[in-house]
């Protein structure tokens, strides 16, 4: 099964909010409340940021926040920081035999 | 405080076996899902499976098995990922990580969920 669907690239000025969709199918997001997000430095290791669909781990700032509706999700992020600069990646379980996906990623600039 | 410390980088020709290794501490072994995944140079995430150390139990991406093999020595706390030929394609940094995994009483499968904690990675590099 293919990577669920992000857009490339996402880009901001300080201070405004962004938001990155991730689009599915009913056998991954539209059918289950598993999506989590995850955020990746280049050359560290990916971090997670939201769990649940909108559950922020605790020490996760208050300013990334997860949603979804039918089949895709997403994650916005506010009041966006130069620090914020990274991949992002959504991810799901899925009934298929991949058993779990992650998506395609999405590079977010600060401008 | 949870730690997932990995093998160091590893370079093989196609063909050769290989083992990398990630051990466990912070956290009880035998009571948690360990998972891998890729991430090839310059590319996203991918899935490899999962283990659950205390009874061995082992879930792959369909994608990764029978090319891959999971295992844990839980005397050790550890997690290994193993391939008996290694192929150019499977030139890429791999993760181990801590993931739960959900029970679904309805269809009686498991669904790995969310990974909180990451190694910090291994490079495994297969060139002739």
């Known amino acids: 099964q293919s990577a669920l669907t992000q857009p490339a690239s996402v880009s901001g000025s300080p201070g405004q909010s962004i938001t990155i969709s991730c689009t599915g199918t009913?056998?991954?997001?539209?059918?289950?409340?598993?999506v989590s997000w995850y955020q990746q430095v280049p050359g560290k290791a990916p971090k997670l940021i939201i769990y649940?669909?909108?559950n922020r781990p605790s020490g996760v700032s208050g300013r990334f926040s997860g949603s979804k509706s039918g089949d895709t999700a997403s994650l916005t992020i506010s009041g966006l920081q130069t620090e914020d600069e990274a991949d992002y990646y959504c991810?799901?379980?899925?009934?298929?035999?991949?058993?779990?996906?992650f998506g395609s990623g999405t590079k977010v600039t600060v401008l | 405080e949870v730690q997932l410390l990995q093998s160091g980088t590893e370079v093989r020709k196609p063909g050769e076996s290989l083992r990398i290794s990630c051990q466990v501490s912070?956290?009880?072994?035998?009571?948690?899902?360990i998972g891998w995944v890729r991430q090839a140079p310059g590319r996203g995430l991918e899935w490899v499976g999962v283990?659950?150390?205390?009874?061995?139990?082992?879930k792959y991406s369909q994608s990764f098995e029978g090319h891959v093999t999971i295992s844990a020595d839980t005397s050790l706390s550890t997690a290994f990922l193993q391939w008996s030929s290694v192929e150019a394609s499977d030139t890429a940094i791999y993760f181990c990580?801590?993931?739960?995994?959900?029970?679904?009483?309805?269809?009686?499968?498991?669904?790995?969920?969310?990974?909180?904690?990451w190694g910090q990675g291994t490079l495994v590099t297969v060139s002739s």
């Open positions: 649940d669909v909108s």
């Open positions: 283990i659950y150390p205390g009874d061995s139990d082992t």
């Open positions: 912070g956290f009880s072994f035998t009571s948690e899902w």
């Open positions: 009913n056998s991954d997001i539209g059918g289950y409340k598993y």
């Open positions: 991810s799901s379980y899925t009934a298929s035999s991949t058993l779990y996906l």
């Open positions: 990580a801590r993931q739960a995994v959900r029970f679904s009483q309805t269809t009686t499968s498991y669904q790995p969920v969310e990974i909180d904690s």
